[in-house]
């Protein structure tokens, strides 16, 4: 994976087997968050209470919002996923789409980290005879990806 510009845009060259990987974390993302029967710590992770101490107003809140916010986040998913489909070469044509790699990006890592238990006090070494240890080097690819995303956009 690169990032660079052409003709003043943000290119994200991904190889055909990072391309492939992402479109299956996309569909992965996908499937979570259309179960909406999953009491899920991903889920949880996704969509942090808005009122902790407020099980009243969090109930409201969540009623009003969570459909939209799931729809948006599927929206972004799927223009992600549109955009890989037509180039292993993804043009980010303005500072939205960026944006909106950067919280698809995220919200892989979000997922993914949960599962694995990953903390701020994480060492980010991989030990390679653990069973997670391809889940891990996933998970630091995507921070990589989204770092030179981030990076690319301030530049």
Not at 128 to 138: C, G, K, L, M
């Amino acid at each position: 994976m690169r990032v660079g510009r052409r003709r003043g845009r943000l290119l994200l060259r991904l190889e055909p087997a990072e391309a492939e990987l992402l479109a299956l974390l996309f569909d992965e993302l996908d499937e979570l968050l259309d179960d909406d029967t999953a009491d899920d710590a991903v889920l949880q992770r996704l969509n942090p209470p808005a009122y902790r101490d407020d099980a009243a107003a969090e109930a409201e809140f969540r009623a009003l919002t969570a459909s939209g916010l799931q729809a948006e986040r599927a929206q972004r998913t799927a223009a992600c996923r549109a955009e890989l489909a037509r180039s292993t070469d993804v043009e980010l044509t303005d500072a939205e789409a960026g944006r909106r790699w950067i919280q698809v990006l995220n919200d892989l890592r979000l997922a993914l980290g949960t599962r694995l238990g990953v903390t701020e006090d994480d060492d980010h070494g991989i030990d390679p005879s653990a069973p997670d240890a391809a889940q891990r080097e996933i998970y630091y690819w995507l921070t990589a990806v989204q770092d030179s995303v981030v990076r690319g956009l301030m530049g």
